[in-house]
């Protein structure tokens, strides 16, 4: 069984940053792909960031390009979201996600094999 495990949540003023972090545990696996998506109240999940594993290419949602960056360590094996100039609609619970091998675009969730448990992130004003 494949778990992902979270970290790094938790409650920010706004202009101000957290990074998150993501490392599977339990079975290993290649790793293909890992992103990131956050799900606010009341609304459906939508997708926040991706990168390939193999070579690092970086995908984002337009809404977080220039403040959140996303990034890998090889030897850790751990997927990480710096997030800065955080706003209050930036505050939901954010899921950890890694893609199928087969996946083609990072930006749906059925392009999703494992999730994360996620992490709450809060930004009051």
């Known amino acids: 069984q494949v778990q992902l495990v979270e970290s790094g949540g938790g409650l920010v003023q706004a202009g101000e940053s957290l990074i998150l972090s993501c490392a599977p545990s339990?079975?290993?696996?290649?790793?293909?792909?890992m992103g990131w998506f956050r799900q606010a109240p009341g609304k459906e999940r939508e997708f926040v960031a991706a990168i390939r594993w193999s070579g690092g290419s970086t995908y984002y949602a337009d809404f977080v390009k220039g403040r959140f960056t996303i990034s890998r360590d090889n030897a850790k094996n751990t997927m990480y979201l710096q997030m800065a100039s955080l706003k209050p609609e930036d505050t939901a619970v954010y899921y950890c996600a890694s893609y199928y091998s087969i996946s083609t675009s990072f930006s749906y969730s059925r392009s999703v094999a494992y999730w994360g448990q996620g992490t709450q992130v809060t930004v009051s004003s």
């Open positions: 339990g079975r290993t696996f290649n790793t293909y792909a």
